[in-house]
Each structure stands twice: as structure tokens, then as C-alpha cells.
């Protein structure tokens, strides 16, 4: 059996920290987008001009996933992540992605994704989850793995 990439999996770690010192953490899937397959096609047949992935960015969007998606529904902010490679089966086989949001105001958070540029790009993967609500000195880190 060929290896496949595992977009799939439980692979979106997404750690709340509140000013007050507590934690709120939560694990979920994510949905990779057909627009964000292209352009991995395209990266790794260096065609074009495409850039990696390596931005993040957070909403207030609730609409379930749609492999059609482009874009996050209500977006709040980006991020630039930082990049890295990890180790989940064999040595080198995962990709690590991980973007900290700092807030001077309030929003409620309920999805993230994964792009190729700051504002605008390709959406390679999307998720939803549990409403985070952030205040002013809160932190939202997420941590994306993907596994080839």
C-alpha cells in the first residue's frame, strides 16, 4: 500500500491562554481544500510561482467545511507561522505549523486556516471547532501537523 498524505487526522492542536493564567485546549480534524491540492501539485512539480504555506489565519465563521471553500468565511486576523519538521511514524514525515494570535480586544473564534500569503492566497486547509472566546492579554495558539 502507497503512503498517502494524512490531512484527515486529529492533527489541529489549539491551546487558549488566558491573562487570568488558565488553559483551554482542544484537538480537531481539518478539511483540505481542492484549490490548496492544486497548488501542493504545483510546489512539488516547482510549476509557477507558487509560494508554501506558511500563514495562518483565524475567523468567526461557522459554515461546515467545503473541499470548494477559498477563503475562511469571517476572517479577524493573520499570522505568519512557524514552520518546521517533526516526527509522527518515520523521522521527517510531518509537517509542524504553528501560529500565536495575540488580542488587544474581544471576538469569538471558531475557525482557522492554513494559506499561502498573509491576506488574500490559497486556503490549503480549514477547520471549525468550539467557540474561543478571547479578551484583551489573551493568546491563541494553534498547531498544525501534517503528515505525509
Known amino acids: 500500500m502507497a503512503n498517502k498524505v494524512k490531512f484527515d487526522v486529529p492533527n489541529v492542536f489549539i491551546k487558549l491562554f488566558h491573562s487570568n493564567g488558565s488553559v483551554e485546549e482542544e484537538v480537531v480534524h481539518n478539511g483540505v481544500t ?3 491540492i492544486q497548488e501542493v ?3 512539488i512539480g516547482a510549476i509557477g510561482t507558487t509560494e508554501a504555506f506558511k500563514y495562518m489565519q483565524i475567523g468567526s465563521g461557522t459554515t461546515a467545511f467545503s473541499s470548494t471553500q477559498t477563503a ?3 476572517e479577524i486576523e493573520s499570522t505568519t507561522a512557524t514552520v518546521s519538521i517533526g516526527t509522527t511514524s518515520f523521522s521527517g514525515d510531518t509537517l509542524v505549523l ?3 494570535f495575540g488580542f488587544s480586544t474581544t471576538y469569538s473564534v471558531t475557525e482557522s486556516g492554513v494559506f499561502n500569503a498573509a491576506t488574500g492566497g490559497v486556503m490549503l486547509a480549514r477547520t471549525t471547532f468550539g467557540v474561543k472566546n478571547v479578551a484583551k492579554g489573551d493568546t491563541l495558539q494553534f498547531t498544525w501537523r501534517i503528515q505525509a
Open 72 to 74: 475562511l468565511v469571517s
Open 41 to 43: 501539485i504545483k510546489l
Open 34 to 36: 481542492q484549490s490548496g
Open 98 to 100: 504553528v501560529g500565536t
